[in-house]
């Protein structure tokens, strides 16, 4: 990996810095494809309405939109990921945002994560994960630094040796997978949790809700138990980076029973409309 700090390459941060000390910050995650950042604009406004939420100090956003694109002109990768994180800054002890006004901008390239054009092929393996979501209205929709609860889903994922999980709130109620958004489908009826107590409103996600809108599909956001998933003809998970995956199997991990899906009409519809 290569990593930059406020423009400068670097792969070290001030011990004080605020990312550390409290998770204190906002992260997007590009994919790149050849030397160029995917969706750049759009990933530069969702750190620009998350770092407003968290009234964080603001970088310079058109310096950062022109690093990452000379960082991209670099690569010589077909395909690479560039991460990009915004912190409130370095100093102070306690929980005050008081005097804070340079913000810590850390950049990286890494490699392309190569399992997801396989799964493409074969159809992502999910379990229900039995670690729950806060509700925090505050927070819902914001891709923020504190992300412990996604490190514990990723622990049992791993455990499980599957791809990836469909996660509950407190309440019970679907928000989303431990690194992706979902939607299932009923004949023409698409639908997708509603984000308004937890979950990140990815920008895959977003694109694919304007891409249902007008088409044959009918699409809702809705609050929903798990138990309707096994009434779908079909699921699909996505992300910047995938950017749709079509779900093979769901076990429920407490009675080990197992949805599995073979439609792929939903994920054929949008794969190719996804990766414009």
């Known amino acids: 990996m290569s990593y930059w700090v406020n423009g ?22 590009i994919h790149g494809v050849n030397q160029h950042a995917q969706m750049l604009k759009n990933h530069i406004g969702r750190l620009i309405s998350d770092s407003r939420r968290l009234k964080l100090p603001q970088p310079d956003w058109q310096a950062l939109t022109s690093h990452i694109e000379a960082i991209c002109r670099e690569q010589t990768d077909d395909e690479f990921v560039v991460k990009v994180i915004i912190s409130r800054g370095a100093g102070g002890r306690g929980y005050s945002s ?4 340079q ?5 990286a390239i890494s490699a392309f994560p190569q399992h997801y054009p396989p799964l493409q092929q074969t159809g992502a393996q999910l379990i229900l994960s039995s670690i729950p979501l806060s509700r925090n209205t505050l927070l819902a929709g914001m891709k923020h630094l504190n992300r412990l609860e996604q490190v514990l889903i990723r622990q049992e994922i791993d455990e499980a040796q599957v791809d990836e999980a469909i ?17 299932w489908r009923v004949k023409n009826r698409v639908y997708t949790p509603a984000l308004s107590y937890s979950g990140v409103n990815g920008l895959m996600r977003q694109k694919i809700m304007a891409l249902l809108s007008g088409s044959q599909y009918t699409l809702e956001e809705v609050e929903r138990f798990p138990a309707i998933l096994a009434q779908c003809n079909e699921v699909v998970i996505c992300n910047s980076l995938m950017p749709i995956l079509p779900v093979a199997t769901i076990t429920l991990k407490e009675s080990q029973s197992v949805l599995e899906y073979q439609s792929r009409e939903l994920f054929e519809y949008l794969l190719l409309r996804c990766q414009m």
């Open 8 to 29: 400068q390459i670097c792969n070290q941060i001030d011990v004080a810095d605020r990312a550390v000390s409290f998770g204190d910050g906002c992260f997007t995650t």
């Open 98 to 101: 008081k005097g804070f006004n």
């Open 103 to 107: 913000p810590t901008v850390i950049t």
């Open 167 to 183: 996660v509950l709130d407190t309440n019970g109620i679907m928000v989303e997978c431990c690194s992706a958004n979902f939607f």
